[in-house]
DNA sequence: GTAAAACATAAGCATACGCTTATATGATTC
DNA sequence: GAATCATATAAGCGTATGCTTATGTTTTAC
């Protein structure tokens, strides 16, 4: 099950902390680490996971290998978000969700 | 952080089994348990950490406990979601998911 | 081709997870 | 209040997770 990857992966503070680093822009291992206080296999590992969970994509550009947000990840969650819609109105704040189009 | 929890919930395919369960009513944990072959004390701690994850609700009925989805859960996923927003159209497929109102 | 840079993989370790069995708590029934 | 039902908690066990250090790969630069 996918989702299970999917959950997971985001389950881990800092691998969403990296993921919404790639969501600002793409960019590779190196430039991911700078300003992060973890090591370089550490990031290694959790960008394998990420991409597992086809949350993120990998490219191969020369030594270097680009980074980058894959929404695959993101439409499977939202997809799955979708199977409780009808729980969405009832949220206590003022928060307004709205989802169309996706009766699949 | 809050979507620790969620995430890692919502990480284990019994616990989204439990949760999709109740999305299609709510139930005490017994109800909950027919079907699922699963120990009393496993679906127990399983509800205990969907609760944690404020992904569940319980209330104290008699000797039962009756469980329900608590919406707060998915709005946060939901409101988690929002912040890649941009990504959603690159998606491959002819998926269309479109989210309004959401600019707090 | 040799060295170095960017990244991946291997192995090992402490901790967390999900399950089990056993026992405790809370509430009803007689 | 004793027995029973519904649920929670405790303790223990095997496995997974996230990290580290050490070593491999792959590609560029000289």
Redesign the interface.
């Known amino acids: ?1 996918i ?2 990857d999917i ?2 992966a ?4 800092t691998r ?1 902390a990296i993921f ?1 680093k790639l ?1 600002a822009g793409s960019m590779n291992a190196s430039a991911l680490r700078k300003g992060m206080e973890i090591s370089q296999p550490a990031i290694s590992q959790h960008l394998s996971v990420l991409t597992n969970a086809q949350l993120v994509r990998a490219q191969r550009k020369g030594r270097f290998v680009n980074y980058a ?1 894959n ?2 990840g ?2 499977l ?3 799955w ?1 979708t ?2 819609r ?3 109105p ?3 704040d ?9 009766d ?1």
Do not use: G, H, S, T
């Open positions: 099950m989702e299970d959950f997971r985001l389950a881990d503070p969403r919404e969501a947000v929404p695959e993101l439409a969650i939202a997809q978000l199977k409780y009808a729980y969405w009832e949220r206590i003022d928060l307004k969700i709205l989802l169309k189009d996706m699949q």
